[in-house]
């Protein structure tokens, strides 16, 4: 074997493609330019929690925050089209939403906007009725443009809106994983339980993690994930996994007031703290397991945990 076939056999074997597709001829001059540079695959995390103020916009801001100041490339997407907050959370001023991408105004790729820590958000619209009653095509549209970002980041944050609309549990649905925020009150719970059902049932998502907020301490955050996995175990295929709370938290608050992650203004205050554990957490999280179900995803449903094809 020459060394041009040798070369050919290698880079053939680490694109997966045949070696006459890899290259033409019998020179290896050129070879290294003509391997297409790999896709990188990412986590998409939907944060969701069924009932409203929770505090899931907090999480999924914070937590993109946590993980962007630890190095990873981080994408927010504010998923609640009709009164969307994450732009006035964080401080921007978005001068286009996913309504003009929708319009074909711009791309994805346009949309996004710098914010704390190398985070990008993508930004939807607030009080627009129309986003606010976006039809199934374009729920999924909306989805399937992140199969063309050119560099996908590691992670994908979801924020969605609250309740049990379509454009609350495809995204969800259309996420590697779904965290459930909540807190302690019973509505929290049984809302919660609510979304998991129609998560479960009508999507065929198999397992869901809980973060418990506003709580003060951590075993009254695992006693309201036990209340909750005890009624999802006996009642739902589901799985329920406790992944981490957040406490009461002054200084939270008080970013929340001056439009800024707490993460980012104070680092060191419980909250703080307990978001950083939560990005630590998540990225120790393995492949998710896929449904039997085939449902639209973003990315196609490959992972980042994953290797080639579907997670």
Known sequence: MNQASGLKQM????TGRPAREVIAGH?????LTAVPIPRRLCRPIAVAGGKGGVGKSTVAVNLGVALASAGHEVMLLDAD????????MLGLAP???????LDGACTLQELLLPAACGLQVVPA??????????????????IHAFDELARPPEYLLVDTAAGLADNV???????????LVVCDEPASLTDAYGLAKVLSRDFGVRRLRMVANMTRNEGDARLLHQKLARVSDRFLEVVIEFSGWVPHDERLRQAIRRQAAVVELWPGSPSARAFKK???????????GRAGLDRISFFGGRTSAGAEGPG
Do not use: K, Y
Not at 83 to 88: E, G, I, K, P
Not at 125 to 142: C, F, M, P, T, Y
Not at 278 to 288: I, K, R, S, Y
């Open 11 to 14: 880079l053939a074997a680490l």
């Open 27 to 31: 020179q290896a001059d050129g070879l």
């Open 81 to 88: 089209t009709g009164l969307a907050n994450v732009d006035v």
């Open 95 to 101: 001068s286009r939403h996913l309504g003009h991408m």
């Open 125 to 142: 619209g607030s009080g627009a009725r129309r986003l606010a009653q976006l039809d199934h095509g374009e729920l999924a549209a909306i």
């Open 169 to 179: 549990t495809m995204f969800a649905a259309a996420a590697a994983e779904v965290i």
């Open 278 to 288: 939560l990005a630590d957490t998540v990225d120790t999280w393995g492949e998710p």
